[in-house]
């Protein structure tokens, strides 16, 4: 009995532990690639975490892809002064650069991006981050803005070799916690987004 026991406990680790491998390999396989041009949109929103994020965002911004920018995440002692010397901002960062100083995760940029983009009106949103962050940063920012048009626009980061990630222990090492950090993220936002359906069921019968 005991040994039927153990034998069907390894056999569920080994099938979890294939699902979580094919998981891994599925969601490497289909990270964005980084785009010959971007599309239009409304604002730009840029995900602080590395300076290839700013520096595509503010060349965005330059390039007229959108009216404005919210760089979100910022550290609460950097100046807006400060961060424009850093991505070498040109003359639309002074008026139409934004910083957002209240996220500390991925879930607080979407809701920080949520407040910015509903005060000023807009309708489309080009999310700019690193490529393999895109997929969770996407997640989480249809679940605060589910009528919100969002256009990926990843960036490589440079410590982080996607296309050879098989053969540098480090790119390995930030894919499997952006994978599991991923499948956190699925798991919380299908149950907000439950809960948000039964707040509006629960509404409409009350009226």
């Not at 957002?100 to 979407?110: D, K």
Request: net charge negative.
């Amino acid at each position: 009995m005991a040994g039927a026991s153990r034998k069907t406990l390894l056999t569920i680790a080994a099938l979890a532990v294939g699902l979580y491998v094919a998981g891994f390999l599925l969601f490497v396989s289909s990270l964005p690639h980084v785009p010959g041009h971007a599309a239009h949109a409304d604002g730009i929103v840029a995900l602080t975490g590395g300076d290839e994020r700013l520096d595509a965002a503010e060349a965005l911004l330059e390039q007229g892809a959108a009216k404005r920018m919210l760089i979100s995440g910022v550290h609460e002692a950097t100046t807006k002064d400060v961060l424009k010397r850093l991505v070498h901002g040109g003359r639309r960062f002074d008026c139409c650069a934004d910083l957002g100083y209240s996220a500390t995760s991925t879930h607080g940029n979407a809701a920080e991006a949520a407040g910015w983009a509903q005060e000023h009106g807009y309708r489309s949103l080009l999310i700019v981050t690193a490529d393999y962050h895109m997929p969770r940063a996407l997640r989480e920012f249809a679940t605060q803005m589910p009528n919100m048009r969002l256009l990926p626009y990843p960036v490589e980061q440079e410590d982080v070799d996607v296309g050879e990630w098989w053969s540098n222990a480090h790119t390995l090492r930030v894919l499997h916690f952006e994978y599991a950090k991923y499948l956190g993220s699925l798991f919380f936002t299908a149950l907000a987004t439950r809960a948000e359906l039964h707040r509006e069921r629960e509404a409409t019968r009350v009226s």
